[in-house]
């Protein structure tokens, strides 16, 4: 395992995280304690040291596993954990980005955890209503108060992530050093805006669900596919499955690129990741040791450029206006006065 920089920041943390929603049966489905110690353990063992959770997995149940698990050796681990989100009930500040909710989840986390503090602590989803100076105030709090270290932003519009990090630096507040997207072959979109304003704000990119739920995997390919039961069979997260015309164009070349380098689908998948034009860190969550050793053995291979065209040609998107006219030849023509080749920049 190798480390890199979060951002612009100075926390060394490995190129794979470990995504732990499978951790805990509540949902019903993932993985029972002695499995997913198993997984926890293998993955230190590998030299992981970025482990990602959040209040609501497996209602606590996660949080609660990484408290037990991490007890002897809590200092050489990269915390990250996440608020925001509740489920359905009757109190309304139950969840959102409001500070009474910040401040009643990280002290339940903590908890949890059986720690005294938070390495990096995401805003799991942007509420669209609680104005950005609150948020981004009162996780400064949290880190001058020593609860948090660092502070990330999950599933939110490039638009408000600059202005919150612009506000932030104005004021001398905690910016976010991390952004937390779905990114795989199967969602791409995040490309128009999210990928370019990471690159430009440098923020440290993490992806979830970098196989799809499974579907770059192939388990779930063809119109005759029965997904075995799992996070894509819970009925609150089937939102999360991709149009299937597309998915099986994009699946099929996988199946072609894993064929000719001898990898599984998703370690080539997991490949496609790092030819990306910003480093991204994948979110690799595993029920089973074996989905783990799996996925982490795609750090060897190397996707030639023919390859990784093939998979590039599959899952392309539309980056729309203005993008898509920018690459038009006479809008290129006019924009640099037919001197963009001999321009260095």
């Known amino acids: 395992m190798r480390y890199r920089l979060l951002g612009n920041s100075g926390l060394r943390v490995s190129e794979a995280a470990l995504g732990t929603m499978t951790f805990g049966e509540d949902w019903g489905w993932g993985a029972p304690k002695d499995e997913a110690r198993r997984v926890y353990d293998a993955y230190r063992e590998a030299g992981g040291n970025f482990i990602d959770t959040a209040n609501v997995y497996t209602n606590g149940a996660s949080e609660s596993f990484l408290g037990e698990f991490m007890k002897d050796h809590r200092q050489s681990v990269v915390l990250a954990t996440k608020y925001s989100n509740a489920f359905p009930g009757t109190d309304p500040n139950a969840a959102g980005n409001q500070r009474k ?60 992530i600059a202005g919150a990090n612009t506000l932030a630096q104005l004021r001398a507040w905690t910016p976010f050093v991390g952004l937390q997207v779905e ?45 075995e039961p799992g996070r894509l069979s819970n009925p609150m997260l089937k939102d999360f499955l991709p149009e299937q015309q597309r998915a099986d164009r994009v699946v099929a070349a996988v199946k072609s690129v894993s064929t000719e380098t001898g990898a599984s689908m998703a370690q080539a998948a997991l490949a496609w990741l790092r030819s990306r034009p910003v480093p ?32 590039d040609d599959a899952s392309d998107i539309d980056l729309g206006f203005p993008y898509a006219m920018y690459a038009k030849p006479f809008v290129r023509a006019i924009a640099y006065g037919g001197l963009r080749d001999k321009i260095l920049a």
Request: hydrophobic letters at 45%.
């Open 101 to 160: 909710n910040m401040v009643q989840a990280v002290e339940a986390s903590l908890k949890r955890l059986e720690t005294d503090y938070i390495d990096l602590y995401w805003v799991h989803i942007w509420d669209q209503i609680t104005p950005v100076e609150e948020v981004m105030r009162a996780l400064d709090d949290l880190v001058r108060q020593g609860k948090v270290l660092y502070v990330g932003i999950s599933d939110a519009p490039a638009w408000w």
């Open 183 to 227: 990114y795989s072959l199967i969602e791409r979109t995040v490309e128009r805006e999210l990928v370019p304003m990471a690159r430009a704000l440098n923020l440290g990119l993490t992806a979830w669900s970098p196989l799809a739920g499974g579907v770059l995997t192939g388990k779930y390919h063809g119109h005759d596919a029965s997904p």
């Open 280 to 311: 991204v860190i994948p979110i690799i969550g595993a029920r089973k040791l074996s989905q783990l050793h799996d996925n982490l053995a795609s750090f060897d291979v190397n996707l030639s450029a023919a390859q990784i065209k093939t998979l």
